[in-house]
């Protein structure tokens, strides 16, 4: 079981608005000792979308699905997750009753009678048509909710808007609701140092080392080309299991010291 996140929207593809939310999404597993595994960005093909959630339905892995879940005809997800599934997309009676209730708050609020009969209304509806089986998730900013599917040994999708100003509470109420037994379980461990004058084919026969002797650690290697504050440089650099990461790390330390390479610590 990992963490993923799908981001849904020609209009990130494209350039015309830039996606906010991985790195939103990294702030808020982060700061629940959690970790994300795999981003995928789609665009808005109906047939792309349905063979990823297909794929990604058949893991065990929790993840956030941002855009398309509106009734545009550039809003496909929905549709593509009932495909994926091969179950009918139903109108889901709470999704009904939300819609309705933001409905009337926006008639209330123009001071303009509420006709639910409207074709206008009535379409707004599709926005609760999600595949059979679906669970809401609810949306603190307009009340229009997002759905999720549960899958496989504890997987699960849970589909929101891509707007950040609803997705992202959403995203926080899913983890804290669902979640909080996951949260600070695996401690972990990083550190590393700069590496000058030296390069990577050079260091690595010392990074395979490491990781074959510590097999709960992973070693890291970030080439820089520097800039007007430093120099051309290496970040190398371990993570994982605290016991294994610091022994490694204490070990990765002696060893740049024998082959007499500069270091700096960070």
Known sequence: MGFGLIIIGDE???????DKHFPKVLELLGARGLSLEWVEILGDDRARITATL????????IVFSCGGIGATPDDHTRQCAAAALDVPV???PEAKQKIQERMLDMAREANVPFDLNLPENLHRLKMGEFPQGAE?????????PGFAIRHG???????????????????????????????????KFEKSVLVFQSMESA???????????????????????GDAETRRHIELGVKGEPEQAAAAFARLVAELDLLQVEVQQI
């Open 136 to 144: 809401i998730i609810p949306n603190p900013y307009n009340k229009i």
């Open 153 to 187: 040994n504890g997987g699960a999708h849970y589909f929101m808007p891509g707007f950040p100003v609803m997705a992202w509470p959403m995203m926080e109420w899913i983890l804290d609701t669902h979640y909080p037994h996951l949260f600070h379980q695996q401690a």
């Open 90 to 92: 139903v109108l889901h």
């Open 54 to 61: 297909k794929r990604t339905f058949a893991s065990d892995d």
């Open 12 to 18: 990130i593809l494209s350039g015309k608005r830039a």
């Open 203 to 225: 260091l690595t026969p010392l990074m395979e080392a490491i990781e074959s002797e510590y097999p709960q650690v992973k070693v890291f290697s970030l080439p820089s080309v």
